[in-house]
């Protein structure tokens, strides 16, 4: 049985949702954030020593880091679900998907978040936070133009682990200059196994 270690509003949020959409059996352990710090509670490290989330456990071994997590699943559960054929370019493109969410595409979106709580302190690096974050979401967004998912056609790992990039972009408000992005993540968010993800582990904001 697959345990995800869940952090209200982080990105386990998505992992939930490809459990969902494969239809496996699973249990959450649920830790909240602190309301001041917004850290995950000291627990988690007693799962995986860097204390982040997601982190899941399947059979005793742990697997850690939200593209890793999701191609663990799809390779040892999916049954050729949610990928392309790995013969394919297009499971090249899939790969390339998966890593570039977090190896690239956050990076920018967190900065702007991290840097954003100094206050004045911080404004010489905005320019240049801004057109990162213009570079990436551009870049994104024109791959998304006349698609519906982000490789094939149909959905994969790499449009689960990339949502978290729109929906943090959403958040930071950030959205209203990518339609692609903007229609992808509503549409997204409007299939039933992300909407099972709410009602098994409540309210999600960046979901909304
Ligand atoms: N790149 C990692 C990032 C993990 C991460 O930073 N997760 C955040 C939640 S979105 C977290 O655990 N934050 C709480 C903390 O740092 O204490 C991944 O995608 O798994």
Redesign the pocket.
């Known amino acids: 049985m697959i345990v995800v270690h869940h952090?209200n509003?982080?990105?386990?949020q998505r992992i939930l949702w490809l459990l969902e959409e494969l239809g496996l059996p699973y249990e959450i352990k649920m830790y909240q954030?602190?309301l001041k710090?917004?850290?995950?509670?000291p627990e988690?490290t007693a799962i995986h020593p860097?204390?982040?989330?997601?982190?899941i456990t399947d059979d005793g071994f742990v697997v850690?880091?939200?593209?890793?997590?999701i191609d663990y699943i799809i390779r040892h559960h999916g049954g050729g679900r949610l990928q392309p054929d790995p013969q394919t370019r297009a499971y090249d493109e899939y790969v390339q998907w998966l890593h570039y969410?977090?190896g690239s595409a956050?990076l920018p979106l967190l900065l702007n978040m991290y840097v954003g709580r100094l206050g004045e302190a911080g404004a010489p690096l905005h320019p240049r936070i801004n057109s990162e974050i213009a570079n990436h979401l551009g870049y994104v967004d024109r791959s998304l133009e006349g698609r519906e998912f982000i490789v094939g056609d149909s959905l994969t790992g790499a449009d689960i682990?990339m949502s978290?990039v729109g929906e943090v972009a959403g958040a930071a408000g950030r959205r209203g200059s990518y339609p692609a992005i903007d229609a992808w993540i509503q549409r997204l968010h409007a299939r039933p196994a992300f909407q099972a993800t709410l009602d098994k582990a409540g309210e999600y904001k960046l979901g909304r």
């Open positions: 952090l509003e982080s990105r386990s954030r602190d710090t917004r850290l995950a509670p988690l860097l204390g982040k989330s997601p982190v850690h880091e939200s593209g890793a997590i969410a977090e956050m682990n978290f």
